[in-house]
Each structure stands twice: as C-alpha cells, then as structure tokens.
C-alpha cells in the first residue's frame, strides 16, 4: 500500500537541538479571508549545542513572497525549498530572517493555522500549525518573545487580540484599523494566537492573592453574552484554586477567553489568549445540561492551568506531550474535585475518570494504536492527542501523589518550577524532581512512561487464624504490544483496605511490632510478585482492593458474590463500592452474553435485584454516586471482557438487564423519581446535579417498556422543564422507548434551530439511539442543519453513530462500515485530524466475529487504497491493517 509514498516515521531516539535559537519574533498580519500578508523579522543566532549552520524552517499552503537575510534579499538558488521545508545552508552565527508570504485563511478548511470561521479570523497552531501562518522553525523547544501588529477592516473585525498585552491600537485610514500585542514571555511557536472579529466581552477586574489586579475577559459572538457567567466563574476559580493549591499565580496583565464555533479540539492554551471551543463556554439553564457545566468548569480549569504547566514549562519536543497534558488534566481533576468540596463528591468524580480509562483508554491500550505515555515514534503527531496521553498520563501523576502524599507532590511540583521555569524539558525532568524533592528513588517508575500497555494485577490471599495474619500476594505482568513484546515490571501502588464482618474497616499494620493501624494502606508493588503480610487481624477479612483506583490497571482476585455484595453495601472507599457492584453486574453480563449467543433462556438472580434495589433507596448515600453505581457496564466494556466480539448479543444481554431490573424496581423507580425533583431556580450545584441525574436516570429505567402512566411522565416532564438537563433526558428516554417521538423532536429543534449546541444535540441523541439504523443516519445527514465542515456537527452525528451505537454500527450487513469509509474520505479531503479520530471507530476490528472481521476489513482496505489520503488517516488504517494484536 503506497510503497513508494510511505509518510515519514519520526523516532524520539533521533531527537537533535535546533541548530539556531530565536530571540525575538516580530509579526505583521494585513488581515484579508482571501489573501492574508504576513511579514516576519525573526532574530537567530547559531545554538552552541548544534553541530549544523543549516537553518530549517518549516512551512505548510504558503505562497513565499520575500525572503530577505541580515538585509540582503535571497534568490531561489540560495536556499532550498522542498516539501514543507525551507532550508538556507551555513548560515551565518547571527541572523535577521525577513520573511514575507501569502495565505488564504477562508480556504482553510483543515482549522489549523489561520483559518476563518463565520467570517471571523482565529487560529489554532498546536502541535504544527504555524507552519500554515508562516516560515518558522515550528518546534516546542524554539522559544522566543513575540511582538504582534495586527491591521484589517474595522468593520468588519473591530475586535483584534493576540498573546500578552496590547500595548498599542489605532486608526488606519480607509475604514482599517490595528492593534499591537507584545508577550513579555519566551514561548514556542504553537502557543502563538490571533483573533480578529467581531465579537463582545463580558470583563471583570480581579485582584490576585499577591494584591495585583488583572483583567479577565470572555468574547463571544454577539448573542451569546447571557452564556459567558459560568465560564467567567470557573476561570475566576481557577485563578484561587492554583494560587492557594500550588502557590501559583496568573503572570500577565489580562487573561481573555474567546469561544469559536468552528474548532478540531475541546480548547488552546495559547498564552493569554485562550481559544476555546463553544462548547466549553456558552452555558445558561435553557441551553446546557448539567454535564456540560461541569465540562465548562473542567476545560477552563484546564486551560488556565496550562500557564503554568505546559507554558512557563513546555515540552521539548512532541513525544514529552504528556509531560503538560497529563500533569495538566490531573490538574483540572483536581481542581473539579475540590470544587464540589465533599468526600462523596470527590468520589463521583473519580468514578468517572475510571469509566472513561475503561471505556476509552483501556481498549486503546489493547489495540494497533498502544502507545506508551512517552511515545517512541509517530507520523502524524496529531494522532497522539490520544486518552493515553491525557487520561492516563493523569493517572501517572496522580501515582506520585498516591505515592508522596499530598505534601510531598506539592514540594515536587515547586522544585520543578524551580528547576525549569521558560524551559522546554522532558518528562523525566518531572521524574526528576518529585524524586529529588522527597529523597526518593523513583527510577523504576519510569516504565509507566516508556511501555505500552495496561498491566495486570492478580491478588491471592491467605489468613491465618492462628497467627491472626492476614497474607495478599500480588502477581503483575503486562501484554504484548507493538514493538514490545516483554514488559518489565511497573512501580503500582496498590491502596489495600480489608473489611470485617460487620462492614467497618479494620486497623492495619503491615509491621508485627507496630499496632499503630490505619483503614488503608498503600502497597508498592515493585517486582512480578510480592507478598505483604497484615498483623493482628482478628478474623477473616473481605480485601479492598485498589482503593480509589490506586493505579491504571486490570485487578484480577476471584471475589465470591458475598464478598463482593459485602464490599457494595458497605465499603468505606466509595470507588471500590462503585466497583463490587460493577464486578457483580459484569459476571451476569457476561453469562446473559453467552446465552443470548447460544440460544439459552435468560434470567437474573434475585440476590443481584435486591443489591441494586437496597441501593438504590439508600437515603444515607448521594443521588450522584447512587446513579452511578446503578449504571450498568456499557456496551464497550462488556466487549472489552471478550475474547470474540458479539455487539447484537452483548447489547441484548444488556437491554434484557435492563428490562428486568425496571420491572422488578419500578415501585422504587417511581418513589426515586419523585422524591429528586429539584424546584425552584436552576443551579448546577454538585447535589442539584445529582438529584437530577438519579431522577432521569429512574425515568430512562421507567421508559423501558413504558405503560401510558410512565410516558405521560415523560412527556410532562418534556413539555415543562425548566432546564435543559432534564428537558434533554426525558426527550432521550422517550427516544429509547420506541414511542412515536417525531412532534417532540421537531418541537425541540423548532424552539433551539439557532442554538447551534443545542442542535448538536439533537442531532447526537438521535444517532445514539438503538432504533437508529445507518440509513436514519444517511436521513439526518440530509437536513439542513447538517456540514461535515463543522466538527462539532459531524462529531455530534457520525461520531456518535459510530462510537455511541455499538449494535447498529456493527449491523450483520456491513452497510455502517460502508458509511464509515465514504465519510472518512470525506472528512480527510476537509479536516484531516477529524477524519483520523473517525478512522479509530474501527482500529480494533479483529476482536469481532469473522463474518464482521471480513466486512471492516473491506471498508479499511478501501480507505486505505484512497489515492489523496493525508498521514493523519493514513497512519491509522495502516497500524489496523497490520493487524499489531
């Protein structure tokens, strides 16, 4: 498969310094959609760690205009262009680049570099884009002071912002105008932004711990002004939250938030000028559910935190990406906990970081695109915007803290600002620091950055009445991925609790002569086994194991029902609560799948209906962690527990589940329902969110094989929500009742046709639905409302489909992966880092039956014989096909 134009593998192992840093980068933009000019004055001089005088320069769908050396203009055969390289040859030791070239900002449909969206400039240049804005040296670890003038029509854009502090604006002549922008901090090239449109901002002065007042501002398009509050709140929080967490505090004069329509990710850090998807800004109670306020708090929080970490300390180069998005994500999970400040809340929290490492980053892990946190290689860096970077790289920093305690991190986290502030280092350069910090020896931790995969922990116990000991033996080991076959073993730390009979937690020691116990306790596990002995342990005890979820790993201990139905009545750590019930459902799950499969009768036990039904009225535990932990395991996860996949057996194993509990529930479903009502004003508090999420998820339960009583309810609670949160559920439950639901649906689109996320909405719950076949897809793809240009609209339809209806997305006819191949085609001709993250729907397509293996084998074949195929896409469906597991 294109032998002859394979993309380029790079390898972190071949890293070179640059040859030349920057000093200071000066740039004028003469703003036009059709024809924008840019003219650079860029200082180098030569790098004393660099062997070569070539300077290279990297530059993507420019015209080059003029190209001027220390004064003196360069003709072609003085430097050579190729690809997407610029290079002049041994250049001298100080040098002033002038460069000046020509781009089309409306025709760039990939919204990377500069680009328009709704006739408004922004960009977007993380990881490569400023490559698209001009010739530059685009690498992380170039870090200059930026000095920006911009000049366009004041009409048309009368708002023009860049990084830093504007230190100068005024008229032009001819209806233009310009801003000057100066960034007093070194910063690498991707962190470079511009906006020029018109918009309007809600702006707060806010006085800082040290007394220095600052401006915050939130620009939105004009309309959206009553749906920037919460997001001015929460970046206001965040500001508190590092200043009092990690004694950091905001360094510029102003920090200004700009939301854009048209947007690959969820948010950029850009320095000072944060750009953000709408999605994560744009928040009253008619528009936006629960989930996304907490989704708008989580990204602002975030964003902000990125001036620090990822910022004033960026990376070296692409492969260290986790080194600012994981330290950054546990930042925002962090902060997002502390926000809801309640044990219980911080449970919930956590509960849900799990779910996602198990929907999402657990299956990446197992298939063709496993990469370590530190990836080794790539061809396509915006492949590796990945879970395992974000999701997982979190987990890995929230090990040390497990590890170090609380303190102990903090003391990390200050040597390493100490260290390596305006640096671009590497993650070990973190290591480093936490190790150094608490004088301890963390070399071995290392692993988790260098290899692939998600280790296995077998537990084995033993008690010993007479000596009243209390043995856990724990065994790990790591499967095989691409390029690493054997694994060395990880440093786990394994939080242990051990419950008595009566559910209380006992007082451990794992030294004889130290009775000083405690509920938990972390175990280092260090080599492939281990045995740690608890003392004084006065009976048998039920083991709670991976407290908190301790460690990214699969937990294998061959519990009983009773120990596990023990452990989901009254463990005192609520995610290994969350967790026997999820072990207790999962085992039936599984056992419905294989009967389903084979033709078997189904049925569910009473002992496991009245575990769900004793949680569910429990008054002494909050709505948020009752509704998840009633929660079934998803579709994706059943099938992660599966040597062979099945999706039409694995989802009605669970919809049988499903149907049963809500006919045996139903009188508590009901009781539920009404006893979480939330009158009044809406508020997305932590316990107002809870009670609504337990009550629609009774209602979800309620609609599963309605009577006219149950629908009514939800029609009702349709027609007169006060919120979006539950106007949306009760419109989704109705939905997955199978009831005609086609006015309730055209009302709602009626009433919010020019609320463009709130038609994402629309669109998504109607592709995730289980009556939503490939050609109701091809349907919705019809109306009006629907482009592939925008990725919020294609994510909120395709993706969803793809990704949120396993069983119709896997049809016996192939017709889906069809679909999928025709739109992956088409989303690469547009916007290549789209159309990649479409291309993983299928990555993993030998787990599943030989007669679907053979149908997804056809459509990624046909994907990849596609002649005008990027290497975003292309990298992809190549590691698929050759088939890594």
């Known amino acids: 498969m294109r032998t002859d134009s394979s993309p380029q593998t790079i390898f972190r192992k071949d890293y070179l310094p640059p040859s030349y840093l920057v000093d200071t980068v000066e740039l004028g933009f003469d703003l036009d959609p059709a024809r924008t000019i840019v003219a650079s004055r860029v200082t180098l001089r030569h790098n004393p760690a660099s062997k070569s005088r070539d300077i290279v320069l990297h530059g993507e769908a420019l015209e080059l205009v003029q190209l001027?050396?220390?004064?003196?203009?360069?003709?072609?055969?003085?430097?050579e262009l190729s690809g997407s390289?610029?290079?002049?040859r041994k250049a001298p030791l100080a040098v002033v680049l002038e460069i000046e070239t020509l781009t089309a900002p409306v025709k760039n449909t990939t919204l990377s570099g500069l680009y328009v969206s709704n006739g408004n400039f922004f960009t977007q240049c993380e990881a490569e884009g400023f490559r698209r804005i001009t010739y530059f040296p685009d690498r992380p670890d170039v870090m200059a002071k930026y000095t920006v003038m911009l000049r366009a029509d004041k009409a048309l854009y009368p708002v023009l912002l860049s990084n830093g502090n504007l230190i100068e604006q005024g008229e032009l002549g001819d209806g233009r105008h310009y801003a000057k922008w100066e960034d007093p901090f070194k910063k690498p090239s991707y962190l470079f932004a511009l906006v020029a449109a018109r918009l309007v901002c809600q702006e707060e002065r806010y006085t800082l711990q040290s007394g220095r007042e600052v401006l915050l501002q939130v620009w939105v398009e004009e309309g959206n002004l009553d749906k920037t509050d919460y997001a001015m709140q929460s970046l206001k929080n965040s500001i508190r939250w590092d200043e009092q967490r990690f004694g950091l505090e905001l360094d510029l004069d102003r920090f200004m938030i700009v939301a854009v329509g048209d947007f690959n990710m969820g948010a950029m850090e850009n320095k000072g000028l944060n750009i953000f998807n709408t999605k994560f800004v744009l928040a009253n109670s008619r528009v936006a559910t629960d989930i996304d306020y907490a989704g708008i708090e989580a990204v602002v929080g975030h964003e902000y935190f990125h001036n620090w970490t990822g910022n004033r300390v960026t990376c070296r180069d692409w492969f260290q990406l986790s080194l600012k998005e994981g330290l950054t994500v546990f930042r925002d999970q962090e902060f997002s906990a502390d926000m809801i400040g309640t044990d219980s809340g911080r449970a919930v929290t956590r509960i849900d970081q799990v779910r996602t490492l198990r929907q999402a980053q657990f299956p990446e892990d197992a298939g063709p695109m496993a990469h370590p946190v530190r990836p080794d290689s790539f061809v396509e860096i915006n492949n590796f915007y990945t879970v395992t970077i974000y999701e997982k790289g979190a987990e890995v920093v929230r090990m040390y803290q497990t590890l170090l305690g609380r303190d102990g991190f903090r003391k990390g986290m200050d040597l390493y600002f100490e260290r390596h502030d305006g640096q671009a280092v590497e993650c070990d350069d973190f290591r480093a620091a936490m190790a150094d910090a608490n004088g301890r020896d963390l070399g071995q931790f290392e692993r988790w950055y260098s290899q692939a995969g998600t280790p296995v922990v077998r537990a084995e116990t033993n008690y010993d009445a007479i000596a009243r000991t209390f043995d856990i033996t724990l065994r790990q080991h790591c499967p095989a991925s691409a390029g690493q076959e054997h694994k060395l073993p990880f440093h786990i730390p394994v939080a242990v609790g051990l419950l008595g009979a009566d559910g209380r937690d006992l007082a451990l020691s794992t030294d004889a002569k130290d009775r000083q116990g405690q509920a938990t306790v972390v175990l280092e596990l260090t080599g492939e086994e281990q045995t740690f002995r608890f003392h004084d342990i006065a009976e048998r005890p039920t083991p709670s194991i991976l407290r908190d979820f301790s460690a990214p790993v699969v937990l294998e201990y061959d519990y009983t029902d009773a120990e596990l139905l023990h452990l989901f009545s009254h463990d005192s750590d609520p995610v290994n609560r969350w967790e026997a019930g999820q072990r207790l459902a999962m085992e039936r799950l599984l056992k419905l799948t294989t009967a389903v499969a084979t033709g078997k009768p189904l049925a569910l036990d009473a002992t496991f209906i009245a575990a769900q039904r004793a949680l569910l009225v429990d008054e002494t535990l909050d709505p948020a962690f009752r509704e998840l932990a009633l929660i079934l395991p998803s579709e994706t996860i059943i099938a992660e527990q599966m040597e062979v996949v099945?999706?039409?057996?694995?989802?009605?194993?669970?919809?049988?589940?499903?149907?049963?509990?809500?006919?045996?529930?139903?009188?508590?479903?009901?009781?539920?329902?009404?006893?979480?009502?939330?009158?009044?004003?809406?508020?997305?508090?932590?316990?107002?969110?809870?009670?609504?999420?337990?009550?629609?998820?009774?209602?979800?339960?309620?609609?599963?094989?309605?009577?006219?009583?149950e629908l009514a309810l939800a029609r009702q609670q349709f027609a007169e929500a006060g919120n979006m949160t539950d106007r949306a559920a009760a419109l989704v439950a109705l939905i997955h009742s199978g009831a005609e639901v086609g006015e309730h649906l055209h009302s709602f689109y009626q009433d919010f046709e020019h609320e463009a996320l709130v038609?994402?909405?629309w669109f998504a719950m109607q592709a995730a639905a289980p009556g939503t076949d490939v050609a109701a897809v091809r349907k919705l793809m019809e109306h009006p409302a629907f482009t592939l240009k925008n990725p919020n609209r294609a994510r909120s339809l395709i993706f969803n489909f793809t990704n949120g209806n396993p069983s119709q997305f896997h049809a016996a006819d192939g017709s889906a992966y069809e679909f999928w191949a025709e739109h992956v085609i088409k989303l690469d001709a547009l916007n290549p880092q789209v159309a990649a993250r479409l291309a993983r729907s299928m990555d993993r397509w030998r787990r599943y039956t030989p007669a679907l293996q053979a149908h997804m084998q056809r459509a990624l074949e046909r994907v990849a014989a596609h002649a005008r195929l990027s290497n975003d896409v292309l990298e992809v469906v190549s590691k698929a096909l050759a088939g890594a597991r």
Do not use: C, W
């Open 646 to 709: 099945e999706p039409q057996a694995i989802h009605s194993a669970r919809q049988f589940m499903r149907r049963t509990l809500a006919a045996a529930l139903k009188p508590e479903l009901l009781a539920q329902y009404h006893a979480n009502q939330t009158p009044g004003a809406y508020s997305p508090d932590a316990l107002s969110a809870g009670k609504r999420a337990l009550k629609n998820l009774a209602l979800s339960y309620l609609l599963i094989a309605p009577q006219e009583a």
């Open 68 to 79: 001027r050396l220390n004064g003196k203009t360069l003709r072609p055969g003085q430097y």
């Open 759 to 761: 038609v994402d909405k």
């Open 85 to 88: 390289t610029l290079t002049i």
